[in-house]
T-cell receptor, first 114, second 113 residues
Framework: NAGVMQNPRHLVRRRGQEARLRCSPMKGHSHVYWYRQLPEEGLKFMVYLQKENIIDESGMPKERFSAEFPKEGPSILRIQQVVRGDSAAYFC????????????FGPGTRLTVL | SQQGEEDPQALSIQEGENATMNCSYKTSINNLQWYRQNSGRGLVHLILIRSNEREKHSGRLRVTLDTSKKSSSLLITASRAADTASYFCATDPNSGGYQKVTFGTGTKLQVIP
């Protein structure tokens, strides 16, 4: 029973490029959450998705960031035209339906923007 | 501002000693959770305490919750070097019907062998 999988674990992009971060939830989990963690800080909520639906994107920057969780395949967090300030660790968590108490976290993707 | 605030920000103890970390929050909650994060790694869920519970144990961990003071504490007894990590509290506010947790900034615990 694999845990939450994220890939890549490390991603380096130059300013202006696109970053795509993938998250495969635990088997049977239909709720996915994305968080961003800046160095020496706690995790900040970005977006909550269920299959094919964005439920809450109140933590997402208004521009350049988007997320999806298609019927088939992993959840994708997409950052267009990355800037140095996007450098952070991005964590995905999943929970079972209907909305489980415990979120299970993936190992994170560390994005570095040069 | 952050819902959860851990105190102290950093703590250094000798192996075998107990470590106590505190968390304060602002709004009413459904539950409060503690997570551990080893350096450069993801979060590991430690324990969840619901708003109607006052104390909970799990192995060497003891969590208390005081909803009147909007605070929680995490006690790690007989600490080990492997307990060295950052510890975060996360609160699930009474809203939305789903778990939108908010994390504090964490307590960095160093256990010296």
């Amino acid at each position: 029973n694999a845990g939450v999988m994220q890939n890549p674990r490390h991603l380096v992009r130059r300013r202006g490029q696109e970053a795509r971060l993938r998250c495969s939830p635990m088997k049977g989990h239909s709720h996915v959450y994305w968080y961003r963690q800046l160095p020496e800080e706690g995790l900040k909520f970005m977006v909550y998705l269920q299959k094919e639906n964005i439920i809450d994107e109140s933590g997402m920057p208004k521009e350049r960031f988007s997320a999806e969780f298609p019927k088939e395949g992993p959840s994708i967090l997409r950052i267009q035209q990355v800037v140095r300030g996007d450098s952070a660790a991005y964590f995905c968590a999943s929970s079972p339906p209907p909305s489980g108490d415990t979120q299970y976290f993936g190992p994170g993707t560390r994005l570095t923007v040069l | 501002s952050q819902q959860g605030e851990e105190d102290p920000q950093a703590l250094s103890i000798q192996e075998g000693e107990n470590a106590t970390m505190n968390c304060s929050y602002k709004t009413s909650i459904n539950n409060l959770q503690w997570y551990r994060q080893n350096s450069g790694r993801g979060l590991v869920h430690l324990i969840l305490i619901r708003s109607n519970e006052r104390e909970k144990h799990s192995g060497r961990l003891r969590v208390t919750l005081d909803t009147s003071k909007k605070s929680s504490s995490l006690l790690i007894t007989a600490s080990r070097a492997a307990d060295t990590a950052s510890y975060f509290c996360a609160t699930d506010p009474n809203s939305g019907g789903y778990q939108k947790v908010t994390f504090g900034t964490g307590t960095k615990l160093q256990v010296i062998p």
